[in-house]
């Protein structure tokens, strides 16, 4: 612990990130030093709450992502995340160990940050709290899942024959304001024969098999990199249940 602040202490004093102080390494292997264990004070009053701590993973994915943008302005998050994922396996241990131990002085400070608020707080302050805390992290919590999606690059979902067509069809539109169109493109979709719908339909079916073979190849990335908790659940089929007669 001590280690972290005094790493922590000398990027300080020196006013440089860690990435500012790797911007000479060339092709070597870049770690920022922002993995130090920096302590999250948070003001501990109704408005202001602590927030979770990044995992080990993802902290590292974070430091990592814009330095291979950096390198590879053209290439997909998915395809960097793949890439991070790698260097993720390949990571000696005890460097592993400093993200990790990161994470478990944030969590501590978390749930000390946590712990002033409560002391502080009336009985009915507490009911209060514990009914704000809980609406507002029921708004951000899809919000904030689908950003951590985006930077581990999930594939986007597949589209079906409709939306495929509006995204088409509006973009051709010129005219109206955009719920005239929306109006005007459903009623066309309606009277769309069906002959044409199957075209549209075809496009769906065609992404859907997109997003199974990208979803796949991710789900393999984040099983590697130890986030399964990201993975799909998998519908198992009744097992059939023999009774042994005797």
Not at 77 to 96: D, F, T, V, Y
Not at 120 to 127: A, D, G, H, I, R
Request: overall charge positive.
């Amino acid at each position: 612990m001590a280690l972290l602040r005094c790493m922590w202490g000398v990027l300080s004093g020196l006013g440089k990130s860690g990435a500012d102080l790797c911007a000479g390494c060339g092709n070597r292997l870049r770690f920022p030093l922002s993995f130090g264990y920096v302590p999250r004070w948070f003001s501990s009053t109704m408005n202001g709450y602590p927030k979770k701590p990044m995992t080990s993973y993802v902290r590292f994915s974070k430091e990592q992502l814009p330095i291979f943008k950096a390198q590879n302005p053209e290439a997909k998050n998915s395809e960097l995340i793949k890439k991070i994922a790698q260097l993720w396996r390949e990571l000696p241990e005890e460097k592993k160990k400093i993200y990790e131990n990161a994470y478990r002085a944030d969590w501590e400070t978390y749930k000390e940050e946590m712990s002033k608020i409560q002391k502080q707080l009336t009985p009915s302050q507490m009911v209060s709290l514990e009914k704000e805390i809980l609406q507002k992290r029921l708004k951000k919590k899809a919000l904030l899942k689908k950003r951590e999606l985006v930077l581990l690059g999930k594939p986007k979902r597949p589209r079906s024959a409709y939306n495929i067509y509006i995204a088409e069809k509006f973009q051709e539109a010129k005219d109206g304001s955009a719920q005239i169109k929306l109006k005007t493109i459903n009623e066309n979709w309606k009277n769309l024969p069906s002959s044409q719908k199957q075209v549209y339909i075809q496009l769906a079916e065609d992404d859907k098999i997109r997003y199974d073979n990208e979803m796949k190849s991710w789900e393999e990335q984040m099983l590697e990199a130890g986030r399964n908790d990201l993975l799909r659940r998998k519908t198992k089929s009744p097992s059939k249940i023999v009774i042994d007669e005797f």
